[in-house]
């Protein structure tokens, strides 16, 4: 029987990463049978780029994959889900 490791990456040194390269917000994804790198690297990106601080991003995620807190949409491409997932991550922050 194949398992799968389904812990989430350690989002606490977020801003330490953006400071280097926003498109390696992605990290160490774990490769579970729901794992979304491009999609996930593509809507952090995305978030530091629209305005969200690094910090921000991971109190909204909370600990979270950014896809297990917004899930991929069935064939949706990375470009459509990071102007969504963005879009779910302000609403989140003003709640």
Do not use: C, K, N
Not at 64 to 76: K, T
């Amino acid at each position: 029987m194949q398992t799968y490791s389904v812990s989430p990456p350690p989002y606490s040194d977020l801003s330490a990463i953006a400071r280097v390269d926003p498109a390696a917000l992605g990290g160490p994804l774990s490769r579970s049978v729901r794992s979304h790198p491009s999609h996930e690297r593509a809507a952090l990106a995305s978030a530091l780029d629209d305005g969200l601080m690094p910090d921000e991003v991971a109190g909204i995620l909370a600990g979270r994959r950014v896809a297990e807190a917004f899930p991929v949409r069935w064939g949706e491409s990375p470009a459509a889900y990071a102007s969504r997932a963005v879009s779910e991550m302000f609403v989140a922050y003003l709640q």
